[in-house]
């Protein structure tokens, strides 16, 4: 390998290491948003990253975390198409800490989280990207390849139905 092929490889490898030092947390947090399960998103944000390295020339040309965002989402909806079938941690048995931090902000985010695993996939999928990941219903509507309006349907019966569940008070 030249020089200049061996400098333009290394150059390419830095960017996707930056690249992953800073889209990390928010691939992984997005994951888990979307199924549920902290194993199974560590596994997806695992298999993104490796399409998004295959595709790192077309990927770093836009903008890379939206595209590796696209990528996440897709395999997502490919699993659950090829499951036909949920298959989520019974959100009672979710815990109600994620760690040893025990600030307010851990347990109001896995409580969402626990509530979050309470919707329909499809109705996740649409409060995830409109709310979380705080992306347009146009945005949304491209990225799942459903129509604007079933976006906002999707939305507002998630919305109404994490209403309920807060207001059911069983997450606490």
């Known amino acids: 390998m030249s020089r200049d ?3 333009a490889a290394r150059t390419r490898d830095q960017e996707f290491v930056d690249f992953v030092a800073a889209s990390g947390r928010y691939l992984l947090r997005t994951a888990v948003l979307l199924c549920g399960d902290p194993v199974r998103a ?3 944000v695992q298999a ?3 399409r998004t390295y295959r595709s790192w020339r077309s990927a770093r040309d836009g903008d ?3 595209y590796a ?3 996440l989402v897709n395999l997502r909806i ?3 198409r090829r499951t036909r079938h949920e298959v989520l ?3 009672r048995a979710l815990p109600d800490r994620a760690g040893p931090d025990h600030t307010g902000a851990v347990v109001v985010r896995n409580t969402v989280v626990r509530a979050l695993a309470r919707l329909p996939l499809t109705q996740r999928r649409v409060v995830v990207m409109r709310h979380l990941l705080d992306l347009s219903e146009a945005d949304v509507a491209s ?3 459903i129509s604007v309006g079933t976006v906002k349907s999707h939305n507002a019966r998630g919305i109404a139905r994490l209403r309920e569940i807060f207001a059911e008070g069983e997450l606490r």
């Open 5 to 7: 092929r061996e400098s």
């Open 42 to 44: 560590e596994e997806l």
């Open 48 to 50: 993104t990253y490796e």
């Open 64 to 66: 890379p975390q939206a």
């Open 69 to 71: 965002r696209r990528i």
């Open 78 to 80: 490919d699993g659950w």
């Open 89 to 91: 941690l019974d959100p």
């Open 143 to 145: 990225e799942l390849e």
